[in-house]
């Protein structure tokens, strides 16, 4: 019998559903054999979602009070796979008895002390937002304390490249442009004040975890952010399709650079255009005025990275 279904049947034979199973001391004996890490697991089948420790778990929409409470919820297992590797907190677990199976080394190799597992049944956890968004599996982690702004801007490589969004209310749009930043190498994301919280679960879920390793700066001031990284020598592009904007291709994107870019449909504001050093545009088709915010993005940083070899 493998570790896991050692697991539930000691929960199945030994304890009453909703109630705590610490599994210390069948951890230690456990380890030697299986070379499992250092993480406690508390383990707690659990039948129904009214617990009050799964509140977290019932209100997956209630994005303000996740954000207020100051956790975030990882609602697929990619993510979550994720988030197991990375320095985020980990507080909690809810996940089928599959799933138990597939993530217990990855939870038990976490740096917490213990972590807390609900395991459910499938049709209990579909009740929630449906199978199909968690694929049987979420977890509850601790969103990290706010960056500071100098000690994103020392510890960054040279050249800068960063990238700056303004009045982003898709979360999955925040989500997708996280994970552009990721994949082409920039240093940190400036989401401004007039953005959605890049850790609500759908931004989360959008960035397919990568929020978990990418810097971000969540600015309360867009425009004075912009005028101090403008004062230090980056040149600040507004990605805005305009007919005086110049062509992407034509922009040297080699030195310390910031690009910037607003929502699709209003674009961005006057009062960021006028810190901005130039606007660009990507070259399209009369018919054409804009793309996808995240799609935007995915090719600028693109360009950025091209032109750096």
């Known amino acids: 019998m493998n570790f896991v279904k050692l697991l539930l049947s000691q929960l199945e034979n030994k304890v009453n559903v909703g109630a705590y199973f610490s599994t210390s001391a069948l951890l230690i004996g456990a380890a030697n054999r299986f070379n499992f890490g250092v993480a406690t697991l ?164 959008g960035s397919m975890g990568t929020i978990f390793e990418q810097p971000l700066l969540r600015t309360a001031n867009l425009v004075q952010t912009l005028t101090t990284l403008r004062a230090r020598g980056v040149l600040c592009l507004a990605a805005h399709p305009r007919c005086d904007a110049r062509k992407l291709a034509s922009v040297n994107l080699r030195g310390d650079c910031c690009l910037v870019f607003g929502a699709e449909g209003p674009g961005l504001t006057a009062e960021i255009l006028a810190v901005c050093d130039d606007m660009v545009e990507i070259p399209m088709p009369s018919h054409m005025n804009s793309l996808n915010v995240a799609v935007a993005a995915g090719i600028f940083l693109y360009e950025a990275m091209r032109q750096r070899g």
């Open 42 to 205: 508390l383990i707690q089948t659990v039948q129904t979602l009214d617990a009050p420790e799964l509140a977290l778990y019932r209100t997956l929409r209630r994005v303000e009070e996740h954000e207020r409470a100051g956790v975030l919820v990882a609602a697929n297992n990619k993510v979550i796979k994720r988030l197991l590797a990375s320095r985020f907190a980990v507080v909690s677990a809810l996940v089928t008895p599959v799933w138990l199976e597939k993530l217990s080394a990855q939870l038990q190799a976490r740096p917490e002390e213990s972590i807390c597992v609900y395991v459910a049944e499938p049709a209990l956890l579909e009740t929630i937002t449906g199978y199909q968004l968690h694929q049987g599996a979420l977890a509850v982690a601790k969103i990290p304390p706010l960056s500071d702004f100098e000690g994103l801007l020392n510890n960054s490589s040279r050249p800068l490249l960063l990238a700056a969004v303004e009045g982003l209310a898709s979360a999955e749009n925040l989500g997708a442009v996280v994970r552009c930043c990721a994949a082409f190498g920039a240093n940190f994301l400036i989401v401004g004040e007039t953005c959605g919280s890049p850790y609500q679960r759908r931004a989360v879920s």
